[in-house]
């Protein structure tokens, strides 16, 4: 089992900045990939960023530029560092990881973060 815990979401303003952090415990050895989704009020859930053991990175399109993903494996956490915020990307950010066990791959999630930008 890998538990998660997000921290760092609020209410800022568009331009403004922000980081989430998201730290792992548990089975963290498993860990492969950590990342960060989004839902908004009457949306999906939506893929913002991943980032593998070796630090290899993905965003959203629509975050590409503006977002940063990065890892501490010391610390067994992953932070988003959110810039030029913008009110569309008011929603609940889901920090996840997926891990292995033997053959089986398992995807974990935290417990969300509201980030709310005002205009």
């Known amino acids: 089992q890998v538990q998660l815990v997000e921290s760092g979401g609020g209410l800022v303003q568009a331009g403004e900045s922000l980081r989430l952090s998201c730290a792992a415990s548990g089975r963290v050895f498993s860990i492969n990939v950590m990342g960060w989704h989004r839902q908004a009020p009457g949306k999906q859930r939506e893929l913002v960023a991943v980032i593998t053991n070796g630090g290899s990175t993905n ?21 988003l560092q959110m810039n030029s915020l913008k ?3 008011t929603a609940v950010y889901y920090c996840h990881a997926e891990a292995e066990a033997g053959s089986l791959t ?6 969300g973060t509201q980030v709310t930008v005002s205009s």
């Open 87 to 89: 009110p569309d990307d």
């Open 106 to 111: 398992y995807r974990y999630w935290g417990q």
């Open 59 to 79: 965003y959203a399109g629509s975050v590409k530029g503006r977002f940063t993903i990065s890892r501490d494996n010391a610390k067994n956490t992953v932070y």
